[in-house]
């Protein structure tokens, strides 16, 4: 199996350390670097699949440094690492090209998931042809779903929706109006099936139905025993 070749920007050695080995006992290639000094050289050196960039950088920022590479090569997936909560951080770092964000601390689990999150969405990007509907938007009857700007929009409401409502509902309707079992939605999302895992699952199920409910041509089927089928 090919591995996915990850270009890390991260200054901070131990966490460096961590997230590089974990990254790398499941299937991914990590090139880490520590400064923002000569990471697009080492971009261009490497071509990575995806690139996970620390905000907070000597000599050069991650939002520059994002910035740089989407410049380069238009459709690579870029996540930031950010210790900051401000609301103009974060919008600095879609306005500089980032794709997603995730706060320190943070679990591997929920980096993983995001980094696969924005592979499969660039890969959705780049199979596109004009006679499919644009990633940046997925229509579910008469929603319509922003899966990185995380909102669901109706005819008079626009929802904004948590990482995990997203995720959640990409994964149904990237298999819309076919069936998909508790086991792999519990494992793509949230890395196993464990009893705790699955009864949040239940959760985030009725939460869906009710963002869904004010169109009747789509629902969200449980199939018992089975997994769910999301038509519209």
């Given at each position: 199996m090919n591995r996915?070749?990850?270009?890390?920007?991260?200054?901070?050695?131990?966490?460096?350390?961590?997230v590089k080995?974990?990254?790398?006992?499941?299937?991914?290639?990590?090139?880490?670097?520590?400064?923002?000094?000569?990471a697009v050289s080492e971009f261009k050196s490497y071509l990575p699949d995806v690139c996970v960039l620390d905000v907070m950088l000597p000599h050069k920022d991650g939002f520059t440094i994002g910035q740089e590479i989407r410049a380069i090569q238009k459709e690579i997936p870029i996540l930031y690492l950010t210790a900051k909560n401000q609301t103009e951080d974060v919008l600095k770092g879609f306005a500089s090209g980032g794709n997603d964000y995730i706060r320190k601390p943070f679990s591997m689990?929920?980096?993983?998931?995001?980094?696969?999150?924005?592979?499969?969405?660039?890969?959705?990007?780049?199979?596109?042809?004009?006679?499919?509907?644009?990633?940046?938007?997925?229509?579910?009857?008469?929603?319509?779903?922003?899966p990185l700007r995380q909102e669901l929009h109706s005819a008079n409401h626009i929802r904004r929706m948590s990482h995990r409502e997203t995720e959640l509902l990409l994964l149904?309707?990237?298999?819309?109006?076919?069936?998909?079992?508790?086991?792999?939605?519990?494992?793509?999302?949230?890395?196993?099936?464990?009893?705790?895992?699955?009864?949040?699952?239940?959760?985030?199920?009725?939460?869906?139905?009710?963002?869904?409910?004010?169109?009747?041509?789509?629902?969200?089927?449980?199939?018992?025993?089975?997994?769910?089928?999301?038509?519209?």
């Open positions: 996915i070749k990850l270009f890390y920007v991260e200054d901070e050695p131990s966490l460096g350390k961590i080995e974990s990254l790398e006992s499941r299937e991914f290639e990590v090139k880490m670097i520590t400064s923002g000094l000569n689990e929920e980096l993983i998931v995001r980094i696969k999150n924005l592979l499969a969405m660039s890969n959705q990007q780049v199979n596109a042809n004009s006679g499919t509907m644009p990633l940046e938007l997925i229509r579910i009857g008469g929603y319509t779903f922003y149904l309707s990237g298999k819309l109006n076919q069936t998909i079992t508790r086991k792999t939605i519990l494992d793509e999302i949230w890395g196993n099936d464990s009893f705790f895992n699955s009864r949040n699952l239940d959760v985030y199920i009725n939460k869906l139905r009710e963002y869904l409910k004010d169109d009747e041509s789509v629902e969200l089927i449980t199939l018992k025993g089975v997994g769910y089928r999301l038509v519209g």
